[in-house]
């Protein structure tokens, strides 16, 4: 008879209950948080024209944001350890919404950077967290909801920019913003009502809820692999904002108005949800080297394109540069625990998010955003796509290596 606690017993209809409705919370908040934080690519051009600002200054704004989501997250996991995941996600939830509040308040750079670090701040507290309750109201059969979680975020990208770009063809921007941070209000108020209360701290989550990936060891690993993966991260994740922070600019020199702008990094967001799906199966299917060759020189040629092409014809071309810019990050992560140093998958993981995102929260205001006030944006663009490309001699020195492991077995 199996023990009521075995990972691969079916839930009794209140836990399934209570974990749909942990599901439905956070899905709802990862939703609000992804959207708030690619909803800076519709404001870029409205604040660069408010307040005067470079391409530097506004590549700061966005660094500020992605950057305390990144450094946070570990801190946002120990103070869940004290009080709890529900209460850090509700705080963090209104942090944000409050974030955006402040920044409509603002009158300069100053308050902006102060504003978006607080809602920067606010975000960091869902991934790490809503991944651990998940994994708990799940138990062994979290893979499949994790997912659902993960894909919800895309949900957002694709909906709250284009709403905004509404937004301010009907009101002024500080109106929208408020908006905007009314609506976090009542996502955290929806959150508050669905998500369970927590019974045990995030350390007491038992070996058996965590998803089988996350246990496996993969022997001794390989630490030069594991160096070049991360290289090839932080590449993939530098290209991915360095095009984006551009692109509002860019179809505005086409002639697109700020619905247009919104329409079109909704149909980017759209590409890469599909994109996480399609080159994650694709990696399967033909491997790890093939795939990412493919999709980083398709990201390449796709932002030539858009800078190239007139407005229709580049709109076009979004939605299959966003399958390719979003697509690489599924097979990277998933390449993690095949080099897992000393078959340390979960600091592996930890390693590599914190360079990965660290490091595209630094080029983008010390590289890219420079170059744009130097050159423009249709060359700084050209920047982003010469930085895809790099990415493809690494995953060819890469490729041996991986030849070598054996693929990760969950069964």
């Avoid at 929208?176 to 989550?205: M, N, Q, Y």
């Avoid at 800078?307 to 998933?334: E, F, K, Q, W």
């Avoid at 360079?355 to 060359?379: C, I, K």
Wanted: hydrophobic share 50%; net charge positive; proline share 6%.
């Amino acid at each position: 008879m199996r023990h009521a606690t075995d990972s691969t017993a079916p839930l009794d209809d209140a836990s399934a209950q209570e974990a749909r409705r942990t599901l439905v919370a956070t899905g709802i908040n990862h939703a609000l948080h992804d959207g708030y934080t690619d909803l800076l690519y519709v404001l870029l051009p409205v604040w660069q024209g408010e307040f005067a600002l470079g391409y530097a200054a506004l590549a700061l704004l966005r660094s500020l944001y992605n950057g305390a989501l990144a450094a946070l997250q570990m801190p946002s996991s120990h103070l869940a350890e004290r009080l709890g995941a529900r209460p850090v996600l509700l705080l963090g939830t209104l942090l944000s919404a409050g974030g955006y509040a402040l920044a409509g308040a603002s009158g300069g750079l100053t308050g902006l950077c102060v504003a978006l670090t607080l809602g920067g701040a606010g975000s960091s507290t869902q991934h790490p967290l809503a991944s651990a309750v998940i994994a708990r109201a799940y138990r062994g059969s979290a893979r499949g909801p994790l997912g659902t979680y993960n894909f919800t975020g895309d949900l957002g990208k694709a909906s709250v920019p284009p709403l905004v770009g509404f937004l301010l063809t009907v009101t002024d921007w500080r109106s929208a913003l408020w908006l905007i941070a009314g609506l976090g209000i009542v996502v955290a108020c929806v959150v508050g009502c669905l998500l369970p209360r927590d019974r045990t701290s995030r350390r007491a989550i038992p070996e058996h809820a965590v998803p089988a990936a996350s246990r496996t060891r993969m022997g001794q690993g390989d630490q030069a692999g594991f160096r070049l993966l991360v290289s090839i991260g932080m590449l993939d994740n530098a290209a991915r904002p360095a095009f984006l922070i551009y692109l509002p600019f860019l179809l505005r020199e086409k002639g697109a108005e700020l619905t247009t702008v919104g329409l079109a990094l909704s149909l980017v967001f759209i590409g890469g949800a599909l994109g996480k799906a399609v080159c994650g199966r694709l990696g399967e299917r033909i491997g790890v080297t093939r795939t990412v060759v493919l999709t980083e020189t398709g990201t390449a040629v796709a932002i030539l394109a858009v800078i190239a092409l007139p407005l229709t014809p580049a709109l076009v071309v979004l939605p299959g540069l966003g399958v390719m810019l979003n697509g690489t990050s599924s097979v990277l992560y998933g390449t993690v625990p095949e080099l897992a140093p000393n078959g340390r998958v979960e600091k592996a993981f930890a390693i590599f998010y914190t360079w990965t995102l660290g490091g595209s929260a630094l080029a983008t205001p010390l590289l890219y955003g420079p170059l744009g006030d130097a050159v423009g944006p249709n060359w700084a663009a050209m920047a982003a796509a010469v930085t895809a490309f790099a990415v493809v001699p690494l995953t060819l020195a890469l490729s041996p290596r991986l030849a070598t492991h054996a693929p990760l077995r969950t069964a």
